[in-house]
């Protein structure tokens, strides 16, 4: 099923059980809030729409950590002012940064987007990772504030579909039982239960709260995956340098592993010092 047909399936529901509640002698109003509105509400520390049309600064709306454009540019490379989600709560002159597996972009020092609790989230379009795509990095080492979004290159159960990491020195966790504690590095989701390498655009909140791995929150297109949805990795998702990427682990292209995103990214927030709630996640993606 492809993605605007599932919206289109969704927003048919809602207009249903608007009737349905019109039917019973209630009301019922049914809007779209505008995404980058609700974002700000939230106060993020930094947040780059990536609406620009050339090459140079991805713009910080709401910080001064404008990124920089990496990597080859042009037809069946990078492309700035690539197609977005296409969602009504971006508006109509939505735009996005299109990696391809040949482009990313530079955030500076990762230290300054490290801590033990932040937040991360976004818009990705993944078309099938090569084994280790970034949508997000620090690039920190430090157990304490390393974060990183990944995508592996196996599929279902195996290897990792959409990965979160806290540790990249520390692999996953046991086959048998549920991660625990500040000894387990990362995990992934696997393919079968949420597919988010099919080339369509999802949504992510992904955050983490100190060292145990239990506390990350990952929402994925309005959905919580809670622990019982995770699975080993498989691996340790490592580090490429100290600079914060978006769209990558190693700049500008991904070097030869392609751990540039096969794709698109869009509408990249960060809460540095805070954890947003499932709640606020759900509402977020409900605004586009």
């Not at 976004?122 to 304490?144: A, I, V």
């Amino acid at each position: 099923m492809s993605y605007r047909f599932a919206l289109k399936k969704r927003i048919s529901a809602v207009a249903r059980c608007a009737v349905a509640l019109g039917c019973l002698g209630g009301t019922s109003h049914v809007a779209h809030a505008d995404y980058a509105s609700t974002v700000l509400s939230l106060n993020p520390t930094h947040y780059w729409r990536l609406n620009e049309t050339t090459e140079g600064s991805a713009i910080d709306e709401v910080g001064t950590l404008n990124g920089t454009h990496q990597g080859f540019f042009g037809d069946g490379l990078g492309e700035i002012g690539a197609e977005g989600p296409g969602l009504p709560g971006l508006g109509e002159d939505n735009l996005a940064f299109g990696a391809n597996n040949f482009a990313s972009i530079g955030l500076g020092d990762g230290s300054a987007l490290a801590a033990s609790t932040m937040t991360v989230s976004g818009f990705f379009l993944e078309n099938g990772s090569e084994g280790g795509d970034r949508f997000w990095t620090n690039n920190q080492t430090d157990p304490n504030t390393s974060f990183q979004i990944f995508f592996g290159g196996g599929f279902n159960d195996v290897a990792a579909s959409l990965g979160i990491g806290l540790n990249p020195a520390v692999n996953g966790f046991p086959a048998a039982g549920l991660p625990s504690g500040s000894g387990v590095g990362n995990f992934h989701i696997p393919d079968s239960t949420v597919p988010t390498k099919d080339g369509v655009w999802h949504h992510i909140v992904a955050s983490r709260n100190g060292n145990d791995i239990e506390n990350v929150i990952v929402v994925i297109d309005g959905v919580n995956y809670p622990v019982d949805t995770w699975r080993d990795s498989t691996d340790t998702w490592g580090t490429t340098g100290s600079d914060a990427q978006i769209a990558t682990r190693t700049p500008p292209d991904g070097g030869p592993s392609q751990q540039a995103i096969n794709g698109s990214v869009d509408e990249m927030a960060v809460w540095i010092g805070r954890q947003l709630t499932v709640a606020e996640s759900i509402a977020l993606y409900q605004s586009a």
